[in-house]
């Protein structure tokens, strides 16, 4: 296999399982290892993928991005321990907004059912587990659903928003970078995501490490706009402090 077909199976690889290691694409491929390593320096300087330490991941952005169902599967413990964290920061918040994705719906699990809580989210994963609870008043925001998330998107979704002011918003990126802030592949999606931004007094990212350094298509907002950020302990301290520096608390869990 020549070299631009091999990676354009690697990237489709990578894409379908979230992530791949080079042991094994180096079977599948018959390749060498050092010749799928290359193949993924390239990939990575194209931006398409992150390397890790044995693999590689994909990058998201206005060509891909990948489905909740793959995002349920990866680093799931990781994810629980920052929805956890997440949740120790609602104070004396009693309206709160929950953004679609994995990490948001883990909040939306891990907040306590006995509070009176005003939830407010475009995921109607998240408004079908919290509905059922007598202390929750959920609102879920109009719009046109997204097959690959579920949730709600467009202007409808925007004009809702524009007219509340919440305490609290959760909001996650598909990419965070010093340089181009929070990013989104989708545009409906970064149009719903600034809103909540800006009807929110406080605004908390939470995402794995991994989102870090990765830029997608559409800017929703700044990391000088976060009060905090919640990720795993993967980000190293130096990194942290250098986000912090723009303004937001980093909490590493």
């Given at each position: 296999?020549?070299?631009?077909?091999?990676?354009?199976?690697?990237?489709?690889?990578?894409?379908?399982?979230?992530?791949?290691?080079?042991?094994?694409?180096?079977?599948?491929?018959?390749?060498?290892?050092?010749?799928?390593?290359?193949?993924?320096?390239?990939?990575?300087?194209?931006?398409?993928?992150?390397?890790?330490?044995?693999?590689?991941?994909?990058?998201?952005?206005?060509?891909?991005?990948?489905?909740?169902?793959?995002?349920?599967?990866?680093?799931?413990?990781?994810?629980?321990?920052?929805?956890?964290?997440?949740?120790?920061?609602?104070?004396?918040?009693?309206?709160?907004?929950?953004?679609?994705?994995?990490?948001?719906?883990?909040?939306?699990?891990?907040?306590?059912?006995?509070?009176?809580?005003?939830?407010?989210?475009?995921?109607?994963?998240?408004?079908?587990?919290?509905?059922?609870?007598?202390?929750?008043?959920?609102?879920?925001?109009?719009g046109r659903v997204r097959g690959r998330t579920l949730a709600t998107v467009d202007h409808w979704a925007?004009?809702?928003?524009?007219?509340?002011?919440?305490?609290?918003?959760?909001?996650?990126?598909?990419?965070?970078?010093?340089?181009?802030?929070?990013?989104?592949?989708?545009?409906?999606?970064?149009?719903?995501?600034?809103?909540?931004?800006?009807?929110?007094?406080?605004?908390?990212?939470?995402?794995?490490?991994?989102?870090?350094?990765?830029?997608?298509?559409?800017?929703?907002?700044?990391?000088?706009?976060?009060?905090?950020?919640?990720?795993?302990?993967?980000?190293?301290?130096?990194?942290?402090?250098?986000?912090?520096?723009?303004?937001?608390?980093?909490?590493?869990?």
């Amino acid at each position: 296999m020549q070299a631009q077909g091999r990676r354009h199976r690697i990237l489709e690889l990578v894409r379908a399982e979230g992530q791949v290691l080079v042991a094994k694409l180096a079977v599948e491929l018959a390749a060498a290892p050092e010749t799928i390593r290359r193949d993924l320096r390239v990939l990575e300087e194209h931006g398409l993928v992150r390397r890790t330490h044995g693999g590689a991941y994909p990058v998201e952005s206005a060509g891909f991005e990948s489905s909740l169902a793959v995002r349920t599967t990866r680093r799931v413990h990781d994810k629980r321990r920052i929805a956890a964290a997440a949740v120790g920061l609602l104070e004396d918040a009693e309206t709160v907004f929950i953004d679609e994705g994995f990490t948001p719906q883990l909040i939306a699990e891990a907040l306590p059912r006995d509070r009176q809580l005003t939830v407010i989210t475009a995921s109607l994963i998240t408004a079908a587990g919290l509905a059922a609870a007598p202390a929750m008043t959920v609102l879920v925001l109009g719009g046109r659903v997204r097959g690959r998330t579920l949730a709600t998107v467009d202007h409808w979704a925007g004009d809702m928003l524009a007219g509340f002011v919440i305490d609290l918003a959760f909001v996650g990126a598909n990419g965070i970078t010093r340089d181009h802030g929070l990013t989104t592949p989708d545009p409906a999606v970064a149009h719903v995501k600034s809103r909540a931004m800006r009807a929110a007094r406080r605004r908390v990212f939470v995402g794995l490490h991994t989102k870090f350094g990765a830029s997608s298509f559409c800017r929703f907002a700044d990391v000088a706009d976060l009060d905090t950020i919640v990720t795993d302990a993967h980000l190293g301290a130096a990194e942290a402090h250098r986000y912090s520096a723009l303004g937001p608390q980093v909490i590493r869990v």
